[in-house]
Structures are given as C-alpha cells and as structure tokens.
C-alpha cells in the first residue's frame, strides 16, 4: 500500500477546524471483511428489476406531498415508461395512501403485467390494514420491514438482538397466515433488515432467513429480500463487499430476489448500485432523478441510461427525456437541476472552446463516412468527444449541444454556423471569426444565441439587408468567356458609399475583376478561394469565401447569392471592404 502523501514535505495543505475525530470509520463501526471478494471480475451485463418508490420514498421527502391528480400522473409515467414494480403507498400511515391505493385497485388502472408494491412495517395492526387495503389486487408485493441495526435496536425500538429476532418472527408469520387467507392475488412477499449497512453481517443473514424459513419461497414463487443502505456510511466497495457476502452467505438464494435500496448521503449511490449489481443483486429501488429524502434515494433514470452507453438495453423507454423530466416536475414540485445526468438542460452542452472543435471535427467526420459508405450517421456505432450517449436516443436535438460564450472557441462557432445557418466556414475564416465574437463576448458578457451569432457574422463579412433583401455589393455585371478562357469583366459597383465602374480581364471572373480593382489602385492579391451551395434545387443559395492579401492586409471576406459569381466577387469586395476600414 502506498504511504498517503497529503503531509508530504511539499504539500501546503492543513488540518482544518472541523471536528473530524468525532466520526468514526465505517470499519470500527461494523467489522467486516471480504478478503476473497470477486464481484470487481465481474461486468453488468443486462438490466435489473427495476422497482419504483417515487409514490413512497419520493413523495415522504417532499416538502408539499402529492396530492391524488399528482400521485395518479406519478403512477401513469412510471407505467409509461415500462417499470413492472411500483412501491404505490403506506396504506397503514393513513387514510391518504389507503385511499389512492384503493383508487387504483377499484378503478382496474393497474395494468396486468404491474405489480404494485406496499410497505408495512413489523407492527401486527398495521399488518392487518395493509392486507385490507390489497383487497382485489391483481399483482401485489408486500414489503415487510424492521430496522435491526444497533442504535435503531437501542434507542428506537428499545429491544436487543433477541428482541428484534421475535419482532420479525412474529411479523413474518403474520404475514404468512394472512397471504394464505387473501385470494384473486398473486402476492409476492418482501423483506428488509433495515439500515442493513449498519446492521452486523451475521445478525442481518440471520434475521434475512428467518423470514425466508417462515415464507418458505421456491424458484418458482420467491421472496425478495431487499438490503438498504438507507444512510450511505461507506464507499461503493465495501457495499458490494456486503451484498457478495449475502449472496453467497443467505438460505435458498435460489429462491430469493436480490434487492438493493441505495441512498445518496456520500453521493454515491449511483455507483452503490452499479457495484451491488456486479456483486449479485437483481434487484434495485430508487426513484426517477434520485427525488427521496435528504440527497435522495439512488437515481432509476441514471442508472438505466448509464447501462444504454454500454450497450445494454435498460428495458425502459427513455426516448423522451424531456417529458419525463416535466412530469417529474409537475409531480414532485422540485425541479431537475441543469447539470443532472442525462436529463438536465445543459448535460449535451459544450461551452468550451477545446471540447466543441473535437466535436465539431467528429461530426464532420460521421458524415464524411456516411458519404463514402453509405451507413447514415444514426446507425453508425456512437463515439462522440464529451458526448458520452447521442442526445437524439433520449429525444435531444443537436441544437443544444454546442453555445457559445466568452470560453468558446472556433470549432464552436463553426459547428453553429453550419447548423443553424448552412455556412461551412473554412479553418481560417474560423480563427478570424471566433476572435470577433470572442471580442463581443468579452464586452458583453453571456451567451450568444445562434441569431446573434448571426448578426455579428453578418455585420463583419456581409452588405447590410436593404427593404428585407440581402445586400449585394456589386450592382451590375457582366461577364465574357473568351475562346482562350479568360473572362472580361464590367461591373458596377458601391465602394466606399460611392457608385463606381471598372473592367477587367483574367484567367478566370475573380482574376479579371482583381485586375479591375488594380486599375481603381487596390491591390488585391486572392490566397484562398472556396464555395459551396447552402441548399438545394433551382433556387439554391451558394456561399463564397476568400482569403485575401488587400494593400498589405490580410482578411477574408464572405459573398452570398444565387449567382456563384456574383457570389464570389462579392466575397473579394468584403474583405475590400474589411481592409479599408
């Protein structure tokens, strides 16, 4: 192991005044140890039982609770979206819960492949009204829970470990006795140790086949048993390292879903998930955007679509992500932050300068290759810079993923340019152009909107519109081919907000027209020419773009119009233009 380095010789770092000798670590709290763990071998390779708790966990932590128009949109989403266990409620915490779960019941609004899910915890009374409440279900699991670890055995429940083994006996045969009394229901038995984590392995196995003894589940009809890290005190790996030991450690494993319920509290429960899966858990709670109390329970819609990026299909329909994420809104009355995986308003955005040009150049890369293949572009294999799932599998547009700001480079104003307004700039009109924009943005300040990005190209390289047309700078022209290919020029045209006239001859429109800019004693000299059209049809638009040496001074100068030709003598007279001030 390496010696840590935080006290070396050169480190500036210091202790600060906050009283971290109060806390212990997880180790001195619960000795445990995994020394021939195997779950670090293993890949995650198909989607688990996802179970939703939205309506339970989700709704408990919210400062203003659903009311039933909330809870019935909460419920039809979750459907929507192919989740196949839906914690609905608490019906014994009062008539609120009662009462929606009877809605969806007596209403036949469970679709027959849903299974609804109730909590109750090991009180005989409270038993009893939630078998009530499942009066009629089609598909139910009761979820049966008592919490076992120490200050929860101490001080809340006020019993030892004995006390809460005849607790769970008690609860567990209960619930036995009256599953086989309720008929018409295909229910499905659920146990927790709660607060797993801080519960001794050997009490939390112990306990966890108790109840397994008492339900008596097979391969055919199993108990899910589900382990809680309902306060996150450790990191991902020893999790794992206590879910593989319960894999391995727990009675009729052929016959018992494995369940994780991960929270957040070290905001890592994300990856307490990932890693529980790898170390043999089937089955994982959480809700959609990780809503649920404190920093909320693990996140469903992360950990699906972190499963999509590796090729796994996370069996839930995640193609719009934006309606899912209002409905979340709408239900929960908290709104999903702009920076959240996959779902927030900026996750497919770049503002920086270095990562837009990769993403520029990889773009411009897929269409080349869907040019000389023929593979389109969506069914090539995604591998995008900064881009880590194609926004339009979660019903994204690309008009998102690149804006620009004071950080933003080339590459991003060229990606914008041609999205949103058909120019393909070339490399050096990039650099010549980010500079201007950059020198707004740095006056200014913000963001700049394609629209805006517009207007500052248009007001450096393009004549301003005149009564909603766009702005030609030369006026007349006319061209001769000649037999030895050269052209003869006579054009008309505004410099300097004068109307002047010249001709000229050359090898070619743009050599004949710099010809006559010489007769006028400018001196142009072109260094880079291109084209190309900006749609299609016979009405196409075509862009031209000139590099240009104009008295000693170097620029470009950008001409547009149905007639290339036109199109690119106005290009040389905007850079002209630009040379002369």
């Known amino acids: 192991m390496s010696t840590p380095t935080t006290n070396a010789s050169w480190s500036t770092q210091r202790d600060s005044s906050m009283p971290s000798g109060r806390y212990r670590p997880f180790s001195h709290r619960v000795p445990f140890a995994l020394e021939d763990r195997t779950w670090p071998d293993r890949a995650i390779d198909r989607a688990p039982i996802w179970a939703a708790v939205d309506l339970r966990d989700g709704n408990q932590a919210l400062i203003d609770p659903m009311d039933a128009t909330r809870k019935r949109r909460m419920f039809d989403l979750l459907v929507s979206i192919g989740i196949k266990e839906i914690e609905v409620g608490y019906p014994a915490s009062g008539e609120t819960d009662f009462e929606f779960i009877r809605s969806l019941i007596e209403s036949d609004a469970i679709p027959d492949d849903v299974r609804i899910q109730v909590l109750v915890p090991a009180r005989p009374e409270m038993i009893e009204l939630t078998f009530e409440c499942l009066e009629g279900a089609s598909k139910a699991l009761l979820h049966l829970y008592t919490a076992t670890a120490p200050q929860w055995r101490e001080h809340v429940l006020g019993v030892g470990t004995d006390g809460v083994a005849a607790l769970v006996r008690e609860a567990a045969e209960d619930v036995a006795r009256r599953a086989e009394k309720l008929t018409g229901t295909d229910l499905r038995l659920q146990f927790s140790p709660e607060v797993f984590v801080l519960t001794e392995p050997e009490l939390a196995l112990a306990t966890s086949d108790l109840v397994s003894s008492i ?57 307490s998930a990932e890693l529980a899966l790898m170390a043999g858990a089937d089955r994982v709670e959480g809700c959609l955007f990780g809503n649920g ?81 023929g593979v389109p572009v969506e069914e090539q294999p995604w591998e995008m810079p900064y881009l880590p799932i194609d926004p339009h599998d979660v019903g994204r547009t690309y008009e998102a993923v690149i804006r620009v700001n004071s950080q ?72 001769v081919s000649l037999a030895d290919d050269r052209d003869e020029l006579t054009v008309k045209l505004e410099l300097g907000g004068e109307v002047r006239e010249l001709s000229g001859a050359g090898n070619g429109p743009i050599a004949a027209f710099v010809t006559g800019l010489a007769e006028l004693g400018i001196a142009v000299d072109v260094l880079d020419y291109s084209e190309h059209a900006m749609s299609a049809g016979g009405d196409a638009v075509a862009a031209a773009y000139v590099y240009c040496d104009v008295d000693g001074t170097r620029l470009w100068g950008v001409g547009i119009g149905a007639n290339i030709v036109r199109a690119s003598l106005d290009a040389v007279m905007s850079a002209v233009e630009r040379a002369r001030g």
């Not at 450096?460 to 005149?466: G, K, R, T």
């Open 215 to 271: 339900w008596d589940p097979s391969p055919d009809r199993p108990m899910v048993l589900n382990l809680p890290s309902t306060v996150e005190v450790s990191t991902p790996n020893v999790f794992a390292d206590q879910i593989e030991w319960m894999d391995r450690h727990i009675a009729r494993r052929d016959s018992v879903i494995l369940s994780v319920h991960p929270h957040n509290d070290r905001g890592t429960g994300v990856a």
């Open 293 to 373: 109390e404190r920093t909320g329970n693990v996140d469903l819609i992360t950990l699906a679509l972190n499963l999509h990026t590796q090729g796994i299909n996370p069996q839930l329909e995640l193609s719009d992500i934006d309606a899912i994420r209002s409905a979340v809104e709408y239900c929960n009355q908290i709104p999903v932050h702009e920076r959240h995986p996959y779902g927030g308003d900026l996750v497919y955005t770049s503002f920086s300068g270095t990562h837009q040009d990769a993403i520029n150049k990889v773009f411009t890369a897929r269409d080349r290759v869907a040019q000389e293949t």
């Open 408 to 479: 933003s480079g080339k590459g991003g104003m060229a990606y914008l340019m041609k999205t949103e307004h058909g120019l393909d700039l070339p490399r050096g009109l990039q650099i010549e152009f980010s500079k201007i924009v950059q020198a707004k943005t740095d006056e200014l300040g913000g963001e700049v909107t394609p629209a805006e990005l517009w207007e500052i190209f248009s007001g450096a390289y393009l004549p301003a519109e005149q009564d909603g047309r766009r702005g030609q700078r030369i006026i007349e022209l006319r061209n």
